[in-house]
């Protein structure tokens, strides 16, 4: 079992920058592949971004790319999302996710998500 607990998230003015942390536990954090995914009020569950075990490879979705960046800390079991250039379209609850395994898209991206955090409330004004 993985346990994952977001954190870091609040209100911003647009133009303005958040970081949002994931803390695991339970298991040997290294071996999943991590996410973040987004849910507005009305909406479906979208992607965002994702990272590789090893770090060495990143996705994300079209809307957040050149803004968002997904990184790692393996010795701190600890995955962040960096968002800059904030826009009111960005509002959302953000969830962490883990991945464990297949399946993986063509790009190597994780589809299956194992383990999901609580989420945490982004709201951005303009």
């Known amino acids: 079992q993985v346990q994952l607990v977001e954190s870091g998230g609040g209100s911003v003015q647009a133009g303005g920058s958040l970081r949002l942390s994931c803390a695991a536990s339970?298991?040997?954090?290294?071996?999943?592949?991590m996410g973040w995914f987004r849910q507005a009020p009305g909406k479906e569950r979208e992607f965002v971004a994702a990272?590789?075990?090893?770090?060495?490879?990143?996705y994300y979705a079209d809307s957040v790319k050149g803004r968002f960046t997904i990184s790692r800390d393996n010795a701190k079991n600890t995955v962040y999302l960096q968002m800059n250039s904030l826009k009111p379209e960005d509002t959302a609850v953000y969830y962490c996710?883990?991945?464990?395994?297949?399946?993986?898209?063509?790009?190597?991206?994780?589809?299956?998500?194992?383990?999901w955090g609580q989420g945490s409330q982004v709201t951005v004004s303009s």
């Open positions: 339970g298991q040997t954090f290294s071996r999943y592949a």
């Open positions: 996710a883990a991945s464990y395994g297949r399946p993986v898209n063509s790009a190597g991206r994780p589809l299956r998500y194992d383990y």
């Open positions: 990272i590789t075990w090893s770090g060495d490879s990143t």
